[in-house]
C-alpha cells in the first residue's frame, strides 16, 4: 500500500500561499519528510464561474506544477489527478509527459480521465459527445510515441505520419498510465489500455453531476475490482499487475477533529484486502499551515505505524 495526495486547492477563491511557488514547494517537501509516495494536481484549465459558485475549485495547471515540485523533491512520483485527456492533442500530452518522466527521474504516471464539465468542454472547442472516443485514441496515440519512431497514425480524430518524438520517457517501457472513472467502461480501458484503475468515492448525486456510476462503499469498490479481474481476464491480462487507487472511506478527515488514525489504519487494511495498492489521502485546503501539518501528522500517525506492521 502506497500513499498518494492531490494538491489542497479545494476551493475558490483557492488560499493564496497555497497557489504560490512557496506553498507548492513546501507542501512536496514535507510531504516526502513524511513518507508519502505520490503527489499530484487537478487539471481545470477553464472552469465555468457557475461551476466555481456550486463549488467547484481554482486549479493549476498539472505539468507545469508537477514538473516544479518535481525540482524540488527526489523521491516523490507525481500522478494527477486526473489529466482531462479530450482537453489536449494526444502528441502534446506524450512530450509534456516524457519531458516530465526525463526531469523527475522517471518520477511519472499519467492518470487521465474522460472529463464531465460542458462548460469547460466548451471553451477549449472540444466535442464533448465525443470524450470517450477522444480518450481511447489518445491513448493509442500517446503508448506509440512513447515506445517507437517513425510513427503514422490514421485514426478518426488524429492522423500522423512519420513522427519521432524524442527525447522519450525514461521510464520502460513507458510511464504508467491510470484510468479514472468509475464505469464499466473505464475498467474496460484499464485492461485494455491501462496499468491502474483510479475510481473515486461518489455518492449517487456526485455520480450523477461528474456523470460516472456512484461507488460509496467498500463493497462497492468491491464488485468494480471483481469486473476488472473479469475484463482482464478476458484482455489476457495479468490483473495483479494492474495498480487500483482509491480514498479510504474509514477514519475520518485528516486535520480535523474527528479523524481517528486507528480507524484510518483498519481501514487500510480492508482497502488491501479488496485489491487497492494506492491510497488517495484528503488534506484540508483551508491554508498553507494546516495542509503542511495534516501532512506531518499523517506520516506521524499513520504512515510510520502501517511501515511497521508490514
Known sequence: MRFAFTYPIVTHPCDPELASPQGVTAVAKAAEAAGFDAMGFTDHPAPTQRWLDAGGHDSLDPFVAMGFAAAHTRTL????????????????VAKSGATLDLLSGGRFTLAVGVGYLKGEFAALGVDFDERTALVEESLDVIRAIWTGDDVSFEGRHFRARGITAHPRPISVPHPPIWIGGNTGRARQRVATRGNGWVPFATSAGLAATARTAEMSSIEALAAGVDDLKRRCDEADRDWAAIDICFSNLAGGRLGYHDFDPGAYLDGLGRLADVGVTWVQVGLPGDSLGHAVEAIEHFGESVIGKFQLQR
Open 77 to 92: 512520483r507525481f500522478i494527477p489527478n486526473v489529466v482531462v485527456l479530450p482537453y489536449r492533442n494526444p502528441f502534446v
